[in-house]
């Protein structure tokens, strides 16, 4: 069967922002025979990159042992792309801090959050990573985390079920798809800008304010249930 490969050479600009005039040159490459799909590529990247997550290997109290349940089989957080874990920060891009960090551990912290590619995002899961936790007038331990790097969604509790760990990263998916990824996300910082020691999320878009998991809807926990059950 011959197919008709029709030629466009070159698009006006006009027309490119002209969804009309879009439609009618996708009408016409359908007409010969080639398949084209139109989208957005930020909607197609931030897809791959939401649902991919690389989280570091680190938990420094027993909000780790929660972290680790999320990993096993009932709970499966695969299911969601979450389940690459890294031992060393420059393959990672997401750096959940499970338990208390003191003063001596901060450097730590903030060095191999330093090392991480950009994007890269931050989850302080439970009391002590929030606000100190029951540490909170000890003179050892930081009194949350967001005062040493910038946090993307907080889960409060202490600890936190593996239900609300979970519901707390997929929000941390639906942040990561409206990103704008070209000359945003993976923005190449100047000398200037890294001087400034800002993410390129604040660069673009300001600080913007952390999610924080309140509460976690009782359907999603049932769901959960009924497939572990299953």
């Known amino acids: ?82 389940e690459v874990t890294r031992n060393s920060p420059r393959q990672a891009d997401l750096i959940m801090c499970a338990g208390t960090i003191t003063h001596k551990m901060a450097p730590a912290f903030k060095r191999l959050y330093d090392e991480m590619a950009e994007p890269k995002y931050v989850i302080a899961v439970g009391g002590c990573a929030i606000s100190g936790g029951p540490f909170k007038s000890s003179y050892h331990v930081v009194q949350g985390i967001d005062e040493i790097v910038p946090v993307d969604v907080f889960i409060p509790g202490c600890p936190p079920r593996p239900e609300a760990i979970m519901y707390g990263m997929m929000q941390l998916q639906r942040k990561v798809k409206i990103e704008k990824f070209f000359g945003g996300a993976n923005h190449k910082q100047t000398a200037e800008e890294r001087e400034l020691g800002v993410s390129n999320e604040e660069l673009t878009y300001g600080k913007k304010e952390p999610i924080v998991v309140n509460e976690v809807p009782a359907d999603f926990v049932n769901e959960l249930k009924k497939e572990g059950d299953k």
């Open 1 to 82: 069967m011959e197919v008709r490969k029709p030629k466009i050479k070159s698009i006006p600009y006009e027309e490119f922002k002209d969804n009309e005039g879009l439609e009618s040159i996708i009408e016409e490459l359908h007409e010969g025979g080639v398949n084209v799909v139109t989208g957005n590529l930020d909607q197609l990247i931030n897809w791959g990159r939401s649902n991919s997550l690389w989280s570091l290997t680190f938990a420094t109290s027993c909000c780790g042992i929660e972290f680790m349940a999320v990993g096993c089989a009932r709970y499966d957080f695969a299911r969601f792309g979450f």
